[in-house]
Nanobody, 114 residues
Framework: VQLQASGGGLVQRGGSLRLSCAAS????????MGWFRRAPGKQRELVAV???????NYADSVKGRFTIFRDNVENTVYLQMNSLEPEDTAVYYC?????????WGQGTQVTVSS
């Protein structure tokens, strides 16, 4: 599975961004896709995940502000981020889990200014 992430950028506090992650390759075997992030000086953490069945799960810190959803036709998963805060500043990584592998996209920088 190959993943192509996009959509990061610089935004002011309270602003919004939408990240995209397009999957290609052996996508029929993917059972979950998600977004992780790594802030400076911190460990990588799970932000949101969506399963093949449509179930979602979010980190407590983003509940009510972020939404993960997918377009099955385009094989793309999105992360809509609203009410962004400086604490959301990080490199965001897309991940896909299949029975054969755990695949990662290139990181995309999200910077929220105060």
């Amino acid at each position: 599975v190959q993943l192509q992430a996009s959509g990061g950028g610089l935004v002011q506090r309270g602003g919004s961004l939408r990240l995209s992650c397009a999957a290609s390759g052996e996508i029929s075997d993917i059972w979950a896709m998600g977004w992780f992030r790594r802030a400076p000086g911190k460990q990588r953490e799970l932000v949101a995940v969506i399963t093949k069945g449509g179930s979602t799960n979010y980190a407590d810190s983003v509940k009510g502000r972020f939404t993960i959803f997918r377009d099955n036709v385009e094989n793309t998963v999105y992360l809509q981020m609203n009410s962004l805060e400086p604490e959301d500043t990080a490199v965001y990584y897309c991940n896909a889990q299949s029975s054969k592998s755990s695949s990662w996209g290139q990181g995309t920088q999200v910077t929220v200014s105060s």
